[in-house]
């Protein structure tokens, strides 16, 4: 107990830093450090895991919709509407 750093940060044998690749460190897990810790923090907060999207479903956005009812409003001002 009379060497023991006080500061010093226990590491854990297995599992491997996702930030550097040093050893994971069990006060900052998955981490090895609070600085991997706030840089994978940094890259939440700027959209860096962000998952790249593809083509949006026009109905998801309302587009679908719209356009039906665009054409069918015509056909019902000219009286051709199943009542």
């Known amino acids: 107990m009379a060497n023991e750093d ?3 940060v226990k ?3 297995r599992g491997r830093c996702p930030i ?3 050893p994971t460190a069990m006060d900052y897990r998955p981490f090895c450090s609070g ?3 706030d840089a994978d923090l940094s890259r939440w907060l700027r959209g860096g895991y962000a998952i790249p999207g593809g083509q949006v479903d026009a109905d998801e956005d309302g587009d679908d919709a719209l356009a ?3 054409a069918r409003r015509p056909a019902e001002e000219d ?4 009542d």
Request: aromatic residues 0%; glycine residues 16%; contains cysteine.
């Open 6 to 8: 006080p500061v010093a």
């Open 35 to 37: 600085r991997c810790r």
């Open 68 to 70: 039906n009812r665009a």
């Open 11 to 13: 590491t854990v044998g």
């Open 20 to 22: 550097c690749g040093e």
């Open 79 to 82: 009286g051709e509407a199943d």
